[in-house]
């Protein structure tokens, strides 16, 4: 029996297309989840400085830390300073 470099059995292809489906799955997912995160910090954003809701005010509606909206609000001009011209579609 040959063994795959990482460790399952060559003979068991199913296996490793399985294993490889998943491991893109879990890349995807956290792609997805961390898109969603900066739609957030983009609605704090627009929420406190255009429309003018306190970061406190906003906490309180999601019931979380004011710490917590400021970092959304963070991850949203990261994302903005890291991909110029670039919309959230």
């Known amino acids: 029996m040959s063994w795959h470099p990482e ?3 060559t003979d068991v292809p199913a296996v490793l297309e399985a294993r490889e489906a998943y491991k893109q799955a879990e890349k995807d997912a956290l ?3 961390a898109r969603a995160r900066i739609r957030l910090g983009q609605a ?3 929420a ?3 429309d003018g ?3 406190e005010h906003i906490a309180r509606q999601l019931n979380v830390a004011t710490e917590q909206v400021r970092r959304y609000r963070q991850a949203y001009r990261d994302w903005l300073r ?3 011209g670039e919309t959230l579609d």
């Open 7 to 9: 460790g399952v059995a």
């Open 31 to 33: 792609a997805l989840r």
């Open 44 to 46: 704090v954003a627009v």
């Open 48 to 50: 406190n400085e255009r």
């Open 53 to 55: 809701y306190s970061l």
């Open 82 to 84: 890291d991909h110029p």
